[in-house]
C-alpha cells in the first residue's frame, strides 16, 4: 500500500463508512429506544430539523471529520506539533522500507477535494 492508497483507505473508512453510521443511527433510531442520555437528546434534536437541516447536519458531521482526519494527518507528518517537544514520526507498512507519512495531509486534502 502507497500513501495515496492510505489516504483513499481513512476517506472511505473514517469519513464515509463512518458519516453513514451515523446517518442510520439518527434516521432509524427511535429515542425511546436510546438508552444513553446524549443519544436521546441528539435524537430529539434531530427530530425537529427540517429535510433540509437534517442535511446541513451530515454535511458539518462530515466536515468535522475531514477537519479532524486532516489534523491528525499533519500530526503524523510533523506538520502539526501536539508538544513543545520534537519528534519524528515514521510510518511504515510492514515490510516496506519507504515511509508513508511526510505529505499525508496534502495527500488526503486534495483526494477530499477531488472527490467533490
Known amino acids: ?8 483507505n481513512i ?8 458519516l ?6 439518527f434516521v432509524n433510531t427511535e429515542t425511546k429506544d436510546a438508552t444513553d ?14 429535510d433540509d ?3 446541513m447536519l451530515f454535511k458539518i458531521i462530515e466536515q468535522v471529520q475531514v477537519d479532524t482526519v486532516s489534523h491528525v494527518l ?4 510533523g506538520v502539526v506539533s501536539i508538544s513543545d517537544d520534537e519528534y519524528e514520526i515514521e510510518m511504515k ?8 507519512n511526510g505529505d499525508l495531509q496534502d495527500l488526503f486534502l486534495g483526494y477530499v477535494e477531488d472527490k467533490e
Open 1 to 8: 500500500m502507497n500513501n495515496a492508497e492510505f489516504v483513499k
Open 11 to 18: 476517506y472511505q473508512s473514517v469519513v464515509k463508512e463512518s
Open 20 to 25: 453513514s453510521e451515523y446517518e442510520d443511527l
Open 37 to 50: 442520555p446524549y443519544w436521546k437528546d441528539a435524537l430529539n434534536f434531530f427530530a425537529k430539523l427540517t
Open 53 to 55: 437541516n437534517k442535511k
Open 74 to 77: 499533519g500530526v503524523f507528518d
Open 93 to 100: 507498512i510492514n515490510g516496506d522500507e519507504e515511509l508513508l
